[in-house]
């Protein structure tokens, strides 16, 4: 299981991630919610360990990006603020779990167990189909006639984009909306690398689906 812990108190990262580490989760650290931002959207992780009160981008700032995005990554939001009001934010915000700061690890490892089992469950049934293609969110794991491949996590929320809408023209503005977050600067042409990623992948799996570019506009996924 792979874990992203969100810190700013170096000292307390530093011992989430040696006690995960010693209960052999894999584990990846950054200390600003930039950082985070990056991270969690280069790499699928299992779980996310997200402070609320972060440099730059804020824990709340972070989960209402990722939901927004259709990432359903569990979140445990770890914070001082133990108010009721501080928790209802948390949770209606996004997050699966609310800790509140000093905790014991032993109860931390059983809530990440919790959170994950959880979204496993609801996962299972998330598979997205289109033609001859078919795609697990959960496992990043796209399906075709000749075979399967995982994308990266951006690839996956670009084909995810595409199979909730299949044969409806995405305009770019409203994928790099929905892949990015509503407050990127991300320019088209990230999108249009990706979108030949994404075409270099079909043909891998030998699929007869196809992205087909809409003058002017933007994306169309078909069949050929």
Known sequence: MKILVVEDDRGLCDAIAYWLRSRQYETDECHDG???????NETHYDCILLDRMLPGTDGIRILQNM???GDTTPVI?????????DKLAGLDGGADDYLVK???FEELE????????RHLGTASD???????LSYRPDELCL??????????????????????????????????????????????????????????RLRTVQSAVRL???????????ES
């Open 34 to 40: 930039e950082e985070a931002e990056f991270y969690r």
């Open 67 to 69: 939901r927004a995005q």
């Open 77 to 85: 939001l770890i914070t001082a603020l133990g108010e009721l009001s």
């Open 102 to 104: 000093p905790f014991a």
């Open 110 to 117: 059983a809530r990440i167990r919790s959170v994950v089992r």
């Open 126 to 132: 998330t598979a997205l189909q289109f033609g001859d």
């Open 143 to 200: 399906v075709g006639p000749g075979g399967q491949v995982v994308l990266s996590k951006k690839e996956g929320q670009v084909m995810e984009a595409f199979l909730k809408n299949p044969q409806k023209t995405l305009a770019r503005e409203r994928l790099t909306s929905q892949v990015w977050g509503p407050d990127s600067d991300v320019e088209y042409t990230n999108l249009d690398n990706y979108i030949h990623f994404l075409r270099k």
């Open 212 to 222: 087909a570019n809409v003058w002017g506009v933007g994306y169309r996924m078909e």
